[in-house]
């Protein structure tokens, strides 16, 4: 490795490259080149060392698919929902513990751990979806991205157009990294400031009610709540919740140098995450309030009909997208920023544009990085980073730029319902891996679920993937096509037959052994590598050896 630089107590390996060599036997795995050097001594320093994994990893938490479901859930139920968002928000907290706890303490993250665990067909399939869910939170991205440069250049630049700028701009962005991985980490806590002041500034404006703000968070309760109401609850928790992050945040927590031979560092690492992984989903969760708080005091309740008067009024060029009906107000992310335009003046606009801009870059990047590590641990296949992006995002922007040309902007709005039922359903193949390797005492060994954290875990890895999938079939009992019931009941055979697989192997890591049943042979179990749990073997730079 190369020679090291001081920086505020950590030490810094001066290294070129996004990502070193991972794959070989002697070598070690570095998140962009780098490793950073903890200091021992207890202090506040010691947790900003820490600091920067939890806060790139809290960026999915604040995507355009997340805001859309924030504006539509204050549109529509006002504030009534709140409590739906920090249940979903502390029960991914609660999951992100589990995935920075695999990889502190292996020193592998959850694509590697299955490419050793799970036997090859299983591995595969699960890589597919994996894949799968990170293509649609992409296609997220563009849409987000691509509305944000309409809005800002009042229409001159067509969808199909922004569309175009993300392919440049991702690959602008991809360069950061050679100016190191503390700078990178600032881009980013950069990025999430711009959402926070533009989302802030909107919530300000606007003066929400703070005593039913308050109400609606902490009274877990939805007074005459109708079906569509309910459904948004549902749609809540998916959109929160997103299957990619689990594996991302188990990696980016390998970036840090940890004695992983000494129990008392692995477990002091534990806390200092746990802590940094709290304040940067506090944070996330403050934003979304600010969107859901925003829509819920200014037009919940509103009609087209008002919205149109208002928008005639006020001379905006998009009044044609909210026809002369008492029917109520529906919104999504490119109508969200023309109604604040016309309610608030065009500052208002711009400044939400800003925000939707930042959250679909911030996004594009973290989403980068999930697929490199996917694709590495899944395959022990090394691509370039312009390679891996530009499969990614050629895959999800061909859809997305026929749409944008053929097609309206609620037709490319109405792509994210999809999309996030399209997450919705990958959700059981990264929560289901995480629950069942972190209660592994052959990979976990002390640091292994306990009793509380496995019942606590499948429980709620059962009731989000049930919430899920109510949103799956809601979504497609609404596409009012027999054909495609058909289609969807073959597909959902297949799936269900995967999930179950996937939830057998679970039930038996947490001890419900009568369900190993011999008979059915060493292919379909887990492998059972001892290897990966890597405690013992340390190489000279107390980083564990592939």
């Keep these: ?129 994996v894949e799968l869910a990170i293509i649609g939170s992409d296609m997220q991205e563009v849409i987000g991205c691509a509305i944000a440069f309409n809005l800002l250049s009042m229409g001159r630049i067509p969808l199909w157009g922004g569309v175009l700028i993300t392919i440049i701009d991702t690959f602008v962005f991809l360069f950061l990294d050679k100016y190191g991985l503390r700078k990178l980490e600032a881009f980013f806590g950069f990025l999430i400031t711009i959402m926070a002041v533009s989302f802030g500034y909107e919530y300000v404006m606007v003066r929400p009610d703070q005593g039913e703000l308050l109400k609606g ?83 919940y309740d509103k009609t087209n009909i008002e919205v149109n008067a208002k928008c005639n009024a006020s001379g905006s060029p998009h009044t044609d997208l909210f026809p002369l009906d008492n029917s109520t107000l529906q919104v999504d992310i490119f109508k969200g920023g023309v109604v604040l335009g016309c309610f608030f003046g065009p500052a208002a606009l711009y400044i939400w544009a800003i925000g939707i801009l930042a959250a679909g870059q911030s996004s594009t990047m973290t989403g980068t990085y999930s697929g490199q590590f996917v694709m590495e641990g899944f395959l022990n296949l090394r691509w370039s980073r312009f390679a891996r992006v530009l499969l990614t995002r050629s895959i999800a922007i061909f859809p997305t730029l026929l749409v944008a040309i053929f097609q309206d902007v609620q037709h490319l709005t109405g792509m994210n319902d999809f999309l996030n039922v399209l997450q919705s359903m990958q959700l059981p193949f990264a929560l289901i891996p995480i629950l069942t390797f972190t209660s592994l005492t052959s990979i976990m060994d002390d640091f292994a679920n306990g009793l509380v954290w496995k019942i606590g875990g499948g429980v709620v890895i059962l009731v989000v993937c049930a919430i899920n999938m109510y949103f799956v079939v809601v979504y497609v009992t609404s596409l009012n096509s027999v054909a495609l019931y058909v289609l969807v009941a073959l597909l959902c055979i297949a799936y269900l037959s995967f999930v179950c697989y996937l939830a057998w192997q679970c039930l038996i890591a947490l001890g419900v052994s009568c369900l190993d049943v011999s008979c059915l042979g060493n292919r379909m179990r887990l492998t059972g590598h001892t290897d990966v749990y890597l405690l013992n073997d340390m190489d000279s730079n107390t980083m564990v050896e592939r």
């Design 217 to 299: 968070m902490f009274l877990p309760y939805c007074e005459n709540c109708d079906s569509a109401q309910m459904e948004q609850a549902v749609g809540i928790v998916g959109a929160v919740i997103m299957p990619h992050n689990i594996y991302l945040h188990s990696a980016l927590v390998k970036s840090r140098q940890i004695d992983r031979g000494n129990k008392k560092e692995v477990k002091e690492a534990n806390k200092y995450y746990f802590i940094e992984s709290t304040i940067a989903l506090f944070i996330s969760f403050l934003i979304n309030v600010f969107v859901v708080a925003v829509f819920a005091e200014a037009f």
């Design 1 to 129: 490795m190369a020679g090291y630089g001081e920086e505020e107590g950590f030490m810094l390996p001066v290294d070129d490259g996004l990502f070193a060599d991972t794959f070989s036997d002697d070598s070690v795995y570095k998140f962009i080149g780098q490793e950073l050097k903890i200091s021992q001594v207890f202090s506040f320093r010691k947790l900003w060392a820490f600091t920067g994994p939890g806060f790139l990893m809290s960026i999915a938490y604040l995507d355009p698919g997340n805001i859309e479901s924030d504006l539509q859930s204050g549109a529509k139920a006002g504030f009534k929902l709140l409590w739906v968002l920090l249940g979903a928000t502390i029960i991914g907290l609660l999951l992100q513990r589990l995935a920075a706890r695999l990889g502190v303490v292996t020193g592998m993250h959850l694509a590697e751990v299955c490419n050793r665990q799970y036997p090859t067909v299983p591995r595969i399939i699960l890589w597919l979806m």
